[in-house]
Nanobody, 124 residues
Framework: QVQLVESGGGSVQAGGSLRLSCAAS????????MGWFRQAPGKEREGVAGIYTNDGSTVYADSVKGRFTISQDNAKNTLYLQMSSLKPEDSALYYC?????????????????WGQGTQVTVSS
């Protein structure tokens, strides 16, 4: 049974930083995509960043390139999202997700496993 548990959300002022963590269990495959998504009230869920576990290749949404960094610690089965230079428009519920296919595309419908989300609020 796959379980994804996010942590690390909180409130921060614009320009600040946060690091989100996602503890994963039950993932027995070696090659899959782990991603971070976010959803603000009244908006669709959007992909933020993804990492392919096999080779560590990454993909980012244009809105976060240069500010966010996705990484993984395979020994701890943990996914991270380091967020810097945060903006009020980054405020959202952030989800960790897993896609067991062999590609890493930030389309929510392709991800079959989801965490419960962690709230990020950025004030101006």
């Amino acid at each position: 049974q796959v379980q994804l548990v996010e942590s690390g959300g909180g409130s921060v002022q614009a320009g600040g930083s946060l690091r989100l963590s996602c503890a994963a269990s039950g993932l027995t495959y070696n090659n899959y995509c782990m991603g971070w998504f976010r959803q603000a009230p009244g908006k669709e869920r959007e992909g933020v960043a993804g990492i392919y576990t096999n080779d560590g290749s990454t993909v980012y949404a244009d809105s976060v390139k240069g500010r966010f960094t996705i990484s993984q610690d395979n020994a701890k089965n943990t996914l991270y999202l380091q967020m810097s230079s945060l903006k009020p428009e980054d405020s959202a519920l952030y989800y960790c997700a897993a896609d067991l296919s062999t590609s890493c595309t930030l389309v929510a419908g392709l991800f079959g496993y989801w965490g419960q989300g962690t709230q990020v609020t950025v004030s101006s």
